[in-house]
């Protein structure tokens, strides 16, 4: 609603802020006050989103590569061939990942994760988008033994603040809503089939920090170093 901009609320932080949530990344509010401050990093230091900027544009889906699938042993028939190909490269093409796959890993390299909700059928209406959740409501709760795909977990208390929010959703978070508030269990398992993860740290998935946590302190130091010379020379310029 544009008559009712949401209200945003901006910290800052400090080193030793910093140092305090990396004594112990692994609970959940030092997760929340580490991607928060990717975030405000983010927004406010040059060097520090040149980093991540550079990191997730280093995946390009602006080109990619089809072929199909032939037997060695049988024989193949083109046309058949042909027209698997054409459907292939038709929905490839509708889903256009050089926008979306670029988001989900600008969130990821920012918050060391990245969920996301599918809309659309790229194969039946030709459309395709990526919703990105907040990470603070989803947790990752399963992943194929195989293929190694991530499933999550939403907090479907995302919603109570406004359950007029729920109109832009799918409808499947309206049910899960229902039944949320009938069974009072708020972490719903969604759909593996509509949903996608990227986590920048596979090998754990208890908990996520942003990848470049490692980096803050000298980036806030920078920051620290830019506001003490702009104090100098302001007393200069007061002596002169």
């Given at each position: ?56 544009h280093q995946i390009n889906c602006k080109t990619w590569s089809a072929y199909p699938i032939v037997s060695m042993v049988d024989e193949n028939d083109e046309e058949s061939i042909l ?158």
């Amino acid at each position: 609603d544009p008559e009712k901009p949401p209200t945003r609320t901006t910290n800052t932080y400090s080193r030793d802020s910093l140092r305090t949530y990396l004594r112990n990344p692994a609970t959940d509010a030092n997760n929340k006050n580490l991607r928060k401050l990717s975030n405000y990093l983010y927004t406010v230091s040059h060097v520090y989103r040149r980093m991540v900027n550079f990191k997730a544009h280093q995946i390009n889906c602006k080109t990619w590569s089809a072929y199909p699938i032939v037997s060695m042993v049988d024989e193949n028939d083109e046309e058949s061939i042909l027209r698997e190909y054409e459907r292939v490269v038709n929905i490839v093409t509708a889903m256009h990942m050089e926008t979306q796959i670029f988001k989900i890993m600008l969130a990821a390299w920012k918050s060391g994760v990245a969920y996301g909700y599918i809309y659309g059928d790229p194969e039946k209406d030709g459309e395709f988008y990526i919703h990105l959740l907040d990470p603070d409501y989803c947790k990752i709760s399963c992943a194929s033994f195989d293929q190694g795909v991530l499933g999550f977990l939403f907090d479907m208390s995302f919603f109570t603040k406004d359950e007029k929010q729920l109109e832009y959703y799918d409808k499947e978070f309206q049910k899960l809503y229902n039944q949320y508030k009938t069974d009072n269990i708020k972490w719903k398992q969604l759909p593996i089939e509509r949903t996608i993860c990227i986590k920048i740290d596979p090998d754990n998935l208890d908990y996520s920090i942003p990848p470049l946590s490692g980096l803050m302190e000298q980036v806030i130091s920078l920051t620290d170093l830019q506001a003490a010379q702009d104090e100098i020379d302001s007393l200069q310029n007061y002596k002169m």
